[in-house]
């Protein structure tokens, strides 16, 4: 099929019940007579013709019927495997309503039980079994117009764990909201599940697990696999970008090490999170007037996440003009062993740049105690694990601490924000992986922020696509960050909100593309030639979900 800005050969075009079947093309009750007539598609669907805000409107009541959470994602997911722009069309004009519902917190427990779930086909599976087959499965499977693909093997989907198969709900997201967020048009995007296996005993039990029933291939052999795969990639879709997603920390490091720069890619749960986690730091210190280089950050967890966070912020330092070395001190992490410190033996390399000279602190609550901390950030998928007593301590050292706690789904998260404000007596600065409902203390009404990566990782795709960017430099993301730190208004921060509203996520992604866009022109990382008016050019490539008269663009 053309793009929708081509002219449509509409003698190409699939007719009657296949026509219904494209969800890119299928308009629904929207086709109007005339195309009915010409599709043949009267008697198929009912007489009445509906315009695109009245199937919303449709849509949003069905939605309002359904008590569950799990019910109503697949409905949309259905809605998305029928009528595309329906599906986008809903998406960005409802965005805090149906994010949540597409994406955290409801695709954690959608991915649990992605299998008892299953209705439609959504993206490539490559399985360890089909490995030297890859090349030819994936230009079979998908255009040769690709332009992102979302990857992940499965181990470490969310703070769930080992999902196997089951994490291609994850790609799946991302993608929608890729395509909602930032206007990449849908056709250009593919979602992949690389099947190792899974060490879920539970899941390979299951005789509705949708993966491979074998335990992960690990070391030589599966580096070959993931080797093969990027080959794959870049032969049949030389132009696309690849985005790891959820690998668990033995493999997100090393792979993205060895591969950026050799291909375009980029891990968003190590610099995604560590733009979105930086963007709220700096809102923050506009509510507690303090400098980055005055504060301390104490962090639960030492994976992905919390390194991609820190290093963030270590950037960040550099460029106020902190050493690399008095930098890294500011920041502080907690593994399950306790307090990452100089003595501590056995440490991999990650954690080494973080392990300072200090004494040791078997938990969280004591290396509060003892390091009197600015900042606490949660990534460590721990329930619960800012307690009372920790988020006392916080309060007592911190007219306004910065309580984050960002693990996902809400269910993971470290504590719930009236467990913030109640415990600091509404002095926290806070936000959150997931969404949390407003909060009241005193007369205080508390909208806190959700500091997920959707704010991140659209706009820095965008970019990278429009302007042909061939390698994705941590700067990039450093300027994301600066970015959407600067798109907060004082309204927001009013609120005890550190990220804009969620229905304002489309332009500041745009923001945030022409930014990195420019970035990377002055890097010289940008193969497009730069066009006269790079933040016309930017907002031309953004999709819009609307639907044409195809009769009419036929004959223009």
């Not at 998928?381 to 309580?403: K, R």
């Not at 719930?416 to 509404?426: D, I, V």
């Not at 002055?522 to 609307?546: F, S």
Request: charged share 20%; with cysteine; aromatic share 10%.
């Amino acid at each position: 099929m053309p793009p929708l800005n081509a002219p449509y050969a509409i003698e190409h075009f699939p007719k009657g019940r296949d026509l219904l079947r494209q969800p890119r093309w299928n308009k629904g009750s929207a086709f109007t007579e005339e195309e009915r007539r010409f599709f043949h598609l009267e008697g198929l669907l009912p007489p009445q013709v509906f315009d695109l805000n009245t199937q919303i409107s449709r849509v949003l009541k069905q939605l309002s019927t359904i008590e569950d959470d799990l019910e109503r994602y697949m409905l949309l997911m259905s809605l998305a495997s029928r009528n595309q722009t329906l599906f986008y069309r809903l998406v960005i004009d409802h965005i805090d309503c149906i994010m949540p519902l597409i994406y955290t917190p409801t695709v954690g427990q959608a991915c649990e039980t992605y299998g008892h779930i299953y209705q439609h086909p959504h993206g490539v599976y490559l399985s360890w079994h089909q490995r030297g087959q890859l090349k030819r499965i994936l230009s079979q499977a998908a255009s040769p117009n690709i332009q992102v693909i979302v990857v992940t093997d499965g181990e470490r989907i969310l703070g769930l764990g080992d999902l196997g198969a089951y994490g291609m709900g994850i790609p799946v997201g991302k993608l929608a909201l890729y395509s909602a967020c930032a206007g990449i048009d849908p056709q250009y995007t593919l979602p992949v599940l690389l099947d190792v296996g899974s060490n879920n005993k539970t899941l390979l039990d299951d005789p509705l697990y949708t993966g491979i029933h074998q335990d992960r291939v690990r070391g030589e052999a599966y580096d070959d696999f993931i080797e093969e795969f990027v080959q794959a990639v870049q032969h049949c879709f030389p132009d696309a970008l690849i985005q790891f997603e959820d690998f668990a920390n033995l493999n997100a490091f090393r792979l993205l090490e060895k591969y950026r720069n050799r291909a375009c890619v980029f891990n968003d749960d190590i610099q995604g999170t560590g733009a979105v986690a930086l963007a709220g730091i700096y809102a923050a210190l506009r509510i507690t007037q303090g400098k980055l280089t005055e504060q301390r950050f104490l962090f639960l967890g030492a994976g992905e996440a919390a390194m991609g966070i820190a290093d963030s912020i270590v950037t960040a330092l550099q460029a106020e003009g902190f050493s690399l070395e008095a930098a890294r001190a500011c920041c502080y992490l907690v593994d399950s062993k306790g307090l990452i410190q100089a003595q501590r033996p056995d440490l991999n390399s990650h954690k080494q740049h973080y392990a300072h000279p200090h004494a040791a602190a078997d938990n969280f609550l004591e290396a509060v105690k003892s390091l009197q901390p600015t900042a606490i950030i949660g990534v460590s998928g721990q329930a619960g694990a800012f307690s009372a007593a920790v988020l006392q301590e916080m309060a007592a050292c911190n007219q306004h601490p910065i309580i984050f706690a960002l693990s996902n789904p809400t269910s993971r998260a470290e504590c719930s924000a009236t467990e913030a404000y109640y415990q600091t007596q509404g002095r926290a600065i806070f936000a959150s992986g997931s969404p949390f409902e407003p909060v009241r203390y005193g007369e205080r009404l508390y909208r806190s922020g959700q500091g997920n990566n959707a704010y991140i990782f659209p706009g820095v795709g965008l970019a990278i696509i429009s302007c042909q960017i061939r390698q994705v430099e941590d700067i990039l993301f450093f300027v994301a960050a600066k970015t959407l730190a600067n798109t907060v208004e004082a309204s927001d921060l009013d609120q005890g909100r550190v990220y804009p509203a969620l229905k304002h996520i489309r332009g500041v992604s745009l923001k945030i593309a022409i930014a990195v866009a420019e970035k990377a022109y002055e890097l010289g990382l940008a193969e497009l030639k730069h066009p006269n008016n790079l933040a016309e050019y930017i907002a031309e490539q953004v999709y819009q979900p609307v639907y044409p008269n195809y009769l009419e663009a036929d004959t223009d």
